[in-house]
């Protein structure tokens, strides 16, 4: 099996960081990219939308040195986790989570993806954004249980 990029969903929660050494160890392992992935929700029912915001329209990355309202965990996470791995990438996504991540594993050609199997929001063993990435993808994914 070839690892050349690896996907960790993030909502900067405890949760998902229980997935982060399994990410450090994979990339570096594999020599592998690592695709962070945090998405904003978009509440278009209170009269207005996040997504025209998104740098670079759909699909796109945040242009180097931009600074979200995460930019410290983004930051903490380059400096402390991902030294060793050859190459990481940033992305904000706006909308679903589980849409985002399948949307990301398509345009960046993911072959892995690791992340918790619930995020900070989920009142059940299993999430449902967990539940529906893994029904809907076609790459490998790798649930840490929380």
């Known amino acids: 099996m070839r690892i050349e990029r690896i996907l960790w969903p ?3 929660s405890e ?3 229980l997935a982060l050494p399994y990410v450090t160890s994979l990339a570096e392992k594999y ?3 690592v695709h962070i992935l945090y998405v904003l929700k978009d ?3 209170f009269g207005g939308t996040l997504r025209r915001l998104r ?3 759909p699909g796109k990355n945040a242009p180097v040195g931009e600074k979200d309202s995460r930019g410290a965990a983004w930051d903490e996470i380059g400096e402390r ?3 060793a791995c050859p190459l990481f990438f940033r992305h904000i996504g706006v909308g679903d989570p589980a849409q985002e991540i399948l949307r990301t594993i398509h345009s960046e050609s993911i072959d892995l993806v690791i992340m918790a199997s619930r995020g900070h929001e989920s009142h059940f063993d299993f999430g449902s954004v967990a ?3 893994l029904k809907c993808t076609t790459v490998p994914v790798v649930l840490i249980p929380v």
Do not use: Q
């Open 15 to 17: 949760n998902a960081a």
């Open 10 to 12: 993030t909502d900067f």
């Open 31 to 33: 020599g592998a990219e």
């Open 131 to 133: 539940d529906r990435v």
């Open 43 to 45: 509440y278009p029912a």
């Open 55 to 57: 740098p670079g329209g």
């Open 81 to 83: 986790f991902l030294k």
